[in-house]
């Protein structure tokens, strides 16, 4: 009975039955209202991009109790194909790697330059140290060669030592010498176990915990070892950004459509113990913890959602 009536209408009548307004949605879903009367009315190019019109509507069919992807099968004659933003994407990501591979191309060229300059200051020097040492032992030669009948002589009034008792202080003090590296060898054990101790203290540790499913999966990460939480979002692309601290709490930056130059995007989190990402555009989105980066799962469904807790 539906199947005749574009999909906006069937959402926007479902909708209406529940006795859901467009604000409770909006709530529910954090998708714009202008977003959600555009989906209702079908005009689809009102949306941020061919790919979020997918996503966006099957939040909104999730939230009035539809079968998100019997809906999208139904009507998907009417839905718009997203191989052209993907084209530009993928586009986008091939000049990136052109201009990275460029920058390497340019240092390759230039290091053997530096090293066969270091080589040859390297040798010189060599040579010089050489002919130094070589310059010295004539010096020597030349002065013991000079004086060959010269006389030792003993300084008036200096006893003869006893051999015996020069072995026996001799003794004395190889014996000290032992003691006092023995009592220092517990003392560098120490120091080295508690250089190796400090040495693990605040390693951050990652952990995938959950992998969601579906076609916009939540995936939840455990994440350790972290004093100071900075999270960093990098796009390569345009992308729609949603986050959030705690999940469904406060919004950390303006739900909207971001492009390249708008990123990177560093949030201190400070004693918040989650933050909750949504992107549009998962393969073009970087998303950092104190530097460390936090991979999506799925490296080509572009709608995905990460959960990240700290403990």
């Known amino acids: 009975m539906v199947l005749h009536m574009e999909i906006g209408a069937r959402l926007k009548e479902t909708r209406e039955a529940k006795g859901l307004s467009l604000e409770s949605l909006q709530e529910t879903t954090k998708i714009q209202?202008?977003?959600?009367?555009?989906?209702?009315?079908?005009e689809f190019q009102v949306l941020p991009g061919k790919f979020y019109t997918r996503a966006f509507i099957r939040e909104y069919a999730s939230a009035v109790g539809l079968d998100p992807e019997q809906v999208m099968e139904e009507h998907k004659n009417?839905?718009?194909?997203?191989?052209?933003?993907?084209?530009?994407?993928?586009?986008?990501?091939?000049?990136?790697?052109?201009?990275?591979?460029?920058?390497?191309?340019?240092?390759?060229?230039?290091?053997?330059?530096?090293?066969?300059?270091?080589?040859?200051?390297?040798?010189i020097f060599v040579v010089w140290v050489v002919w130094q040492n070589m310059g010295d032992a004539e010096n020597e030669n030349t002065e013991s060669n000079?004086?060959?009948?010269?006389?030792?002589?003993v300084p008036e009034g200096k006893e003869e030592e006893d051999p015996s008792n020069e072995s026996t202080e001799n003794e004395d003090a190889e014996a000290d010498e032992s003691a006092d590296s023995t009592d220092e060898k517990p003392e560098s054990s120490e120091e080295k176990q508690d250089g190796e101790e400090e040495s693990t203290e605040g390693q951050m540790d990652v952990q995938l915990t959950e992998e969601g499913t579906g076609s916009f999966p939540e995936h939840t990460y455990e994440i350790t070892g972290v004093s100071e939480r900075t999270v960093t979002i990098e796009l390569t692309g345009r992308a729609y950004m949603e986050v959030q601290s705690p999940k469904g709490g406060e919004d950390l930056v303006t739900p909207k459509e971001y492009t390249e130059e708008e990123s990177p995007m560093t949030l201190e989190?400070?004693?918040?113990?989650?933050?909750?990402?949504?992107?549009?555009?998962?393969?073009?989105?970087?998303?950092?913890?104190?530097?460390?980066?936090?991979?999506?799962?799925?490296?080509?469904?572009s709608t995905q959602k990460l959960l990240l807790q700290f403990k």
């Open 146 to 153: 000079a004086n060959p009948n010269d006389e030792i002589n």
């Open 78 to 123: 009417e839905l718009p194909t997203f191989e052209e933003e993907s084209a530009v994407q993928y586009s986008r990501v091939q000049r990136t790697k052109k201009e990275t591979a460029q920058k390497s191309g340019n240092s390759s060229r230039v290091l053997p330059t530096i090293l066969t300059v270091g080589l040859i200051v390297g040798l």
């Open 269 to 301: 989190l400070g004693e918040n113990d989650s933050v909750f990402i949504k992107t549009g555009n998962a393969p073009g989105t970087v998303v950092k913890v104190n530097e460390q980066e936090v991979p999506f799962p799925d490296a080509e469904l």
């Open 33 to 42: 209202k202008r977003y959600l009367q555009a989906i209702e009315k079908n």
